[in-house]
């Protein structure tokens, strides 16, 4: 309260003495000043997370202020909170590809679920400081010639089974007969839309020896859905060649840097999760197509009729 107030109104209450941490004299440019306060909150957050005490008072964005990050013993919980948190910020920087960092650690399970969750967050964040040139998440147009080269590797390197697509070329998927269109919003659609799809497929009468690795299929993409998107529908389309199904989300997309990674890599998971999603797809459809933004994805498996 202010004084002047506080002495009209009686002023009886506590005075609170709000210790100012002081600023070390290492701390040389607001830049640095900056860096450190992303990594106090970064500590702070994951301790909150995992339950550590007086992170909910925000204890560790005081006591950054006076750490050496050379100097951290890892033994102690609050300094490998620190030791953490740096570690991130400084891939970050570096444009590194985190989750494959943050797996290559072998954390303890809380620690790594925590921390992943805490990535999720500050690269939620688009005007965040982070001392590097490149944006978190590079939003690479269509048009891009950079687009093109991933498309033409990925399509390479999957045996022309992965391809990524521009929206238009997704027409004529969405165009054929329309079989099945569910919203999927919350885990709980999850076996109810894969049991519409599977009593769909009996219906059209798709051979039994392959309902059960559609419907495999078809879980996968929609868990993706829930797990890394936000929810959205499933549809499934067909004509005289091939039964679709289209997944289309509205996710902020597969980054470009690690898609590589997420399609073609058995194991490839930015959650704690086991990564067989998209092994599995290409595997049990004929081509895999994505079209993918910072607004959305569509998925779409084709199924093709055996010759
Ligand atoms: N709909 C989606 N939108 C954005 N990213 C996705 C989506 N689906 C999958 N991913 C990314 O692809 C990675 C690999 O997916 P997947 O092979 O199914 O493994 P998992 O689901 O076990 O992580 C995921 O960890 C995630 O980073
Ligand atoms: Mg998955």
């Known amino acids: 309260?202010?004084?002047?107030?506080?002495?009209?109104?009686?002023?009886?209450?506590?005075?609170?003495?709000?210790?100012?941490?002081?600023?070390?004299?290492?701390?040389?440019?607001l830049e640095e000043h900056q860096r450190i306060s992303v990594v106090g909150w970064i500590a702070n957050k994951l301790g909150q997370l995992i339950g550590v005490e007086h992170c909910d008072d925000g204890q560790l964005m005081v006591?950054?202020?006076?750490?050496?990050?050379?100097?951290?013993?890892?033994?102690?919980?609050?300094?490998y909170l620190f030791?953490?948190?740096?570690?991130?910020?400084?891939?970050?920087?570096?444009?590194e590809d985190v989750y494959f960092n943050i797996k290559m650690m072998q954390l303890d399970s809380n620690y790594h679920k925590h921390l992943l969750e805490v990535y999720e967050l500050v690269k939620s964040y688009d005007n965040i400081y982070f001392n590097k040139k490149n944006p978190l998440i590079q939003d690479i147009s269509e048009d891009d010639k950079e687009w093109e080269i991933y498309r033409d590797v990925l399509h390479a390197a999957?045996?022309?089974?992965?391809?990524?697509?521009?929206?238009?070329?997704?027409?004529?998927?969405?165009?054929?007969?329309?079989?099945?269109?569910?919203?999927v919003e919350t885990k709980e659609d999850?076996?109810?839309?894969?049991?519409?799809?599977?009593?769909?497929?009996?219906?059209?009468?798709?051979?039994?020896?392959?309902?059960?690795?559609?419907?495999?299929?078809?879980?996968?993409?929609?868990?993706?859905?829930?797990?890394?998107?936000?929810?959205?529908?499933?549809?499934?389309?067909?004509?005289?060649?091939?039964?679709?199904?289209?997944?289309?989300?509205r996710g902020s997309g597969f980054p470009l840097k690690i898609l590589p990674y997420t399609v073609l890599m058995s194991g490839y998971s930015t959650k704690k999760s086991l990564g067989q999603g998209f092994t599995l797809m290409l595997k049990?459809?004929?081509?895999?197509?994505?079209?993918?933004?910072?607004?959305?994805?569509?998925?779409?498996?084709?199924?093709?009729?055996?010759?």
């Open 190 to 249: 999850i076996p109810l839309v894969r049991n519409k799809a599977k009593t769909k497929l009996q219906e059209i009468e798709v051979p039994s020896s392959k309902i059960a690795s559609y419907v495999l299929l078809i879980s996968e993409a929609i868990t993706n859905m829930i797990k890394h998107a936000n929810g959205g529908r499933l549809k499934i389309t067909k004509n005289e060649k091939s039964i679709h199904f289209l997944i289309e989300d």
């Open 63 to 79: 006591d950054v202020l006076s750490k050496d990050f050379t100097e951290l013993d890892q033994e102690n919980q609050e300094e």
């Open 284 to 307: 049990l459809s004929s081509r895999v197509l994505l079209k993918t933004s910072s607004t959305g994805s569509t998925i779409v498996l084709i199924l093709e009729e055996e010759e």
């Open 158 to 183: 999957s045996s022309r089974k992965f391809l990524m697509v521009k929206d238009e070329e997704l027409e004529q998927y969405r165009n054929d007969e329309l079989l099945l269109d569910e919203p």
């Open 83 to 95: 030791f953490l948190a740096n570690s991130l910020v400084t891939w970050i920087e570096k444009d």
């Open 1 to 29: 309260m202010n004084p002047l107030l506080s002495r009209f109104f009686g002023g009886n209450e506590k005075q609170e003495v709000q210790e100012i941490p002081i600023i070390p004299k290492t701390i040389h440019s």
